[in-house]
């Protein structure tokens, strides 16, 4: 999409537009054709280099992608207990182990269960559900 041979249709039809009139120039107030197709060129050509990658060249060593992967790869190699906290917060699961009555440790190296005493009090348990049958 970005190269010439994606904008060669355009600029033909643009090509036959222009030659087979003669268009005026126009006033600052009113500009004519001619003058609205030369800014239309402009805007075309300035678009079109927002879209050619080589326009904003990255050095080898500063390409944020890689920044990004690296240190998406070096968190995952070890889980922090933090981060298996948060996760088991955002899921669910710590509210779930709360309520059966195990205590949560979590310090920078773990996130563990211990306990298993009676269940936190006012909580109902969960039920497994019967599947229905559904008549369609």
Known sequence: MTGDAAMAPLKNVLGKVKSGFDFDEGTEEEPGLK?????????LARIKGFLNKNDY???????NLYFIYNAHNKMLQKP???ILNTIDKETGYFDFMQNAGY?????L?????QGGGPAAGNVQPAKVLEEEEQNT
């Not at 205590?103 to 310090?107: G, L, R, W």
């Not at 190296?109 to 269960?113: F, G, K, M």
């Open 109 to 113: 190296d773990q996130n563990e269960y």
């Open 103 to 107: 205590t949560n440790i979590c310090n």
């Open 80 to 82: 922090w207990g933090f």
């Open 35 to 43: 003058k609205s197709l030369r800014s239309f060129d402009t805007e």
């Open 57 to 63: 060249p990255v050095h080898k060593d500063v390409n």
